[in-house]
């Protein structure tokens, strides 16, 4: 009788960012990696020091995030690099340390991308204008993320609610400059980036 083996396929891995420091977006993260079913659907690495970690917890009601010397579906591994006291916020204040956080941490997520350490990136709300402040000078974080990565297709948030999917024609601009986006050439993008995905 031949043993047969199994191959299990490997569990996606994915660094997850906090966001705005001085946003709700450390909040959420912990909320979202304190749900056990989350961590059984990939090995998580928390970008952020443990600092960082413990005032989320606190601002999330107590709730706590697993930890784990290796990510995996019992526990997030933090990448604490002891980088938060170079950063420091005021909560609910748009600050230009706030946008640098978040670029450096999202650099750091880039990073791991390109070294094959993760296959994606979760990150919670940005603050376009503490962005701004620490230098970023695309309209959003979409086409930062193409120019740090050399990339000129199509860029474009993806909404999925069930079996509904969208794309965006216009993204992150004043409302007087819709109209003039609004284009077939634009339209049709959006379209087939969509018809690529699904």
């Not at 620490?134 to 930062?144: F, N, P, Q, S, V």
Request: aromatic share 4%; hydrophobic share 45%; charged share 25%.
């Amino acid at each position: 009788m031949a043993i047969t083996h199994v191959h299990q396929p490997r569990r996606p891995r994915v660094a997850v960012t906090l966001g705005d420091p001085a946003g709700v977006g450390p909040e959420l993260a912990v909320k979202l990696l304190s749900i056990p079913e989350n961590l059984r659907k990939a090995d998580v690495f928390l970008l952020a020091d443990r600092s960082e970690l413990q005032a989320a917890e606190i601002d999330a009601g107590g709730l706590h995030v697993p930890l784990a010397d290796v990510a995996g579906p019992h526990g997030v591994q933090i990448l604490d690099d002891d980088t938060a006291s170079a950063y420091p916020t005021i909560r609910a204040e748009v600050t230009k340390a706030g946008g640098a956080r978040c670029i450096y941490q999202l650099k750091r997520a880039l990073k791991m991308v390109e070294a094959g350490e993760i296959d994606a990136i979760v990150f919670t709300p940005l603050n376009k204008s503490s962005l701004k402040k620490a230098g970023m000078t695309e309209e959003d974080e979409l086409r930062w993320f193409a120019n740090q990565l050399n990339f000129s297709g199509t860029t474009s948030e993806i909404n999925i609610a069930g079996s509904l999917w969208t794309a965006r024609v216009t993204s992150h601009i004043g409302i007087e400059e819709v109209a003039a986006r609004i284009t077939k050439e634009n339209t049709l993008k959006a379209i087939e980036l969509l018809q690529r995905l699904r």
